[in-house]
T-cell receptor, first 111, second 119 residues
Framework: SQQGEEDPQALSIQEGENATMNCSYKTSINNLQWYRQNSGRGLVHLILIRSNEREKHSGRLRVTLDTSKKSSSLLITASRAADTASYFCATDPYNFNKFYFGSGTKLNVKP | EPEVTQTPSHQVTQMGQEVILRCVPISNHLYFYWYRQILGQKVEFLVSFYNNEISEKSEIFDDQFSVERPDGSNFTLKIRSTKLEDSAMYFC?????????????????FGAGSRLTVL
């Protein structure tokens, strides 16, 4: 499989703590994206990092990318109960019109 | 905010029946996708579509599946003879730029999904 894989599969933290999720992938990519899915809903784009970038910030989100290790991490700082959702990384291999998603990390933020 | 809309939100069908899932992508988007997600599991790529033809498809997308864009706005996924294992959420997505483009702008916009239950 060329899909990205997230770990951990599940993460439970207290409100205010930071949450870190990791993603590993297998192919060369143009960019890597993170998406969020609330239970039973569609996926919503959070942040995109290009293959020539190492770190990117957006609000409380921080994404890193290490293309030599084919891995990425998503950090959510000062988590809130509303951050409870599943988080997926998505990769787009060069010259292919498709995006691969992993199995996701299910984040539970306890109030 | 432009949206991708999907219908029906939930369909229950008998095994062996044909099902058509419908999607209206964002109007200025050019690339269209179907994904499926079996309950609580990974989001699996089925097919991508551009310029009125399939550009990529996965091993899941066998002869039972077909896609078309009949009228320039709707994008449909047809399952010819449903099996129990076709039960899943089916998501349509669209983007303005190809998944293979090195532009950093190929962000997918997803619909809310169609839940298919095959009995």
């Amino acid at each position: 499989s060329q899909q990205g894989e997230e770990d951990p599969q599940a993460l439970s933290i207290q409100e205010g703590e930071n949450a870190t999720m990791n993603c590993s992938y297998k192919t060369s990519i143009n960019n890597l994206q993170w998406y969020r899915q609330n239970s039973g809903r569609g996926l919503v784009h959070l942040i995109l990092i290009r293959s020539n970038e190492r770190e990117k910030h957006s609000g409380r989100l921080r994404v890193t990318l290490d293309t030599s290790k084919k891995s990425s991490s998503l950090l959510i700082t000062a988590s809130r109960a509303a951050d409870t959702a599943s988080y997926f990384c998505a990769t787009d291999p060069y010259n292919f019109n498709k995006f691969y998603f992993g199995s996701g990390t299910k984040l539970n933020v306890k109030p | 905010e432009p949206e991708v809309t999907q219908t029906p939100s939930h369909q229950v069908t008998q095994m062996g029946q044909e099902v058509i899932l419908r999607c209206v992508p964002i109007s200025n988007h050019l690339y269209f996708y179907w994904y499926r997600q079996i309950l609580g599991q990974k989001v699996e790529f089925l097919v991508s579509f551009y310029n009125n033809e399939i550009s990529e498809k996965s091993e899941i997308f066998d002869d039972q599946f077909s896609v078309e864009r009949p009228d320039g706005s709707n994008f449909t996924l047809k399952i010819r003879s449903t099996k129990l294992e076709d039960s899943a959420m089916y998501f349509c997505a669209s983007t303005r730029i190809s998944g293979g483009a090195n532009s950093g702008a190929n962000v997918l916009t997803f619909g809310a999904g169609s839940r298919l239950t095959v009995l």
